[in-house]
């Protein structure tokens, strides 16, 4: 049988640098620099900011992963990086350092659509993963259902209708003073908290695999401002899990809806908002309860990372498909289109 | 010395490979949001023309800045890449030496000019002296009246080059010593020559110094606007 293809991935997408060496489902390196604390100063992701620290890190962090890796980069088969969606400014730094190494190398360049990456990194660490599967993508930028068909074959079954399920984290988590990135601190201060303290709203009951969190979002604001005033609010980690339960509850609803209505035997995740501890428990209780398997990648291959785009290009290089060297950015590329 | 030269920090976009003093390929183009896409077929057309390969390249010259964020960071990621691709050293150029030295003037006080936007423009003064120009005071980012107040304040009989197309109609106008002239953009050829020359006296920075020169604080809105400071914890 023909070797996998030997290749290096690059991930700038947002606030995450990554770069990856990746052969068939093995990763030997993922190397990742990450911005949290340069944003955490504005308590959001500054597209400006951004840019500029992936072009001050792309290069000694391709350098290490390939040292990791233990290959020299005249033994790659290709080089992809992520062309959308993303912040444009954000994309250009790996898009444009991935097609001119290539160039250099000779070798072919792939630029991969995103959220492909993110439904090909369960394959890592869940050998049985692939299609047909319901994937619940969500992190800080998007937030979707995807009904994984085949490999290239993907139709996105709903989405969020405004806030991406990690915006609506980072915005809370900020209103509550709990800081940046909001998932994890939520996730933190939800440890000790009861979930039923608040019973805040659900949305979009009436559109079963669409998403929304705009509403959640000012019912925590009313709540709190209220009871602030009154002076009968509830503790801190209270607030934290049911706010964390209320996002979580519409993940976990929205997603076995849709394995209901596909009738797939399993469910994938991926983005940042999938490493958060309580939707994963839930999701694992839900599949189980449906009997259905789950595949979640390890919180670092939840988050964005230069393994996935590697192993999404893997896929589109063995189908021929490789990107034109006038290609562009593209920072609202969807998914299927 | 073969130079690999590498120009996207405004609207024109150029490559340039030179061997010593020749040129031996280029090509250009004129696209505000283009860079990225331009650069490797630019790459692969220069390199057909000259019948060089990537291994062939002992020096990488770069535009850092100041000019067009993306357009600068486009150009050094590519920078980058092939010169630790090839294991050759990277040079980085600021755009407004390379306006001035292909400033056309006898004695005049050279002013070169680069719009980075938002109402502002890159400004830098540069004297002629035999066989270029050298840097004669501070380069800076200003207001176009600021532009005008420097230049009125200035005794010398000035031409100024680069984009003083991009400045507010009138903002040179009533300076009688003040002559403007060509070229509008830093091109690839002359980032070349520059990097060759300062590559030749040692100034060769670690690749890791070698950054953009945005010389403006980034714009940091996250468009939040509604959420700042309002919770009672804040
Ligand atoms: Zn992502």
Redesign the interface.
Known sequence: MKRAPLILGFETSCDETGVAVVRGSTVLSNVLATQVDEHAR?????P??A??A???A???L??RALRDAGVH?MDLDAVAATRGPGL??AL??????????A????IPFIGVDHMEGHLFAPRFENPEYGPPAVVLLASGGHSEIVHLRRWGDYEVLGATIDDAAGEAFD?LA????LGFPGGPAIDREAETGDPAAVAFPRALADRPLDLSFSGLKTAV?TY??SH?EAGDLPPMADLAAAIQEAIVDVLVTKTMNAVAATGVPAVGGGGGVLANRRLRQRLAEECAGAGVALHLPSAELCTDNGAMIAAAAAFRLGRGEVTS?????DSSMRLGA | MKVLAIETATAASSIALAEDNLVVATAGRVDRR????????A??FCFAQAGWT?SDIELVAVDVGPGL??GI??????????A???GAPIVPVLSLDAVALRAATGHRRIWAVVDVRRREVAVGPYRPVPGGVVRDGATELCSPAAFRASLEGDAADVLVVGDWRALPEGTLLGLHAIKTGRPRYPVAEAIAEIARSRAERGEVPH??EV??R?MRE?????N?GD??S?????
């Open positions: 504005f308590g959001g992701v500054v400006e900011v840019a500029r992936h072009v001050e792309i290069r000694s391709s350098h980069s444009a400014g250009m730094v790996g898009f444009s350092y991935g097609k001119a190494l160039w250099a190398l000779d915005k900020r209103f509550l003073g604001t709190v401002r602030h060297p006038d290609a562009e950015v | 283009g860079h990225v896409g331009f650069l490797v077929p790459l692969d990537p964020f993306s960071r486009a150009g050094l990621a590519t920078a980058q890449a092939v630790g691709a090839v690749p890791d950054r953009p945005y980034p714009d940091v809105t996250i939040w959420f700042r309002e919770g009672p914890w804040a």
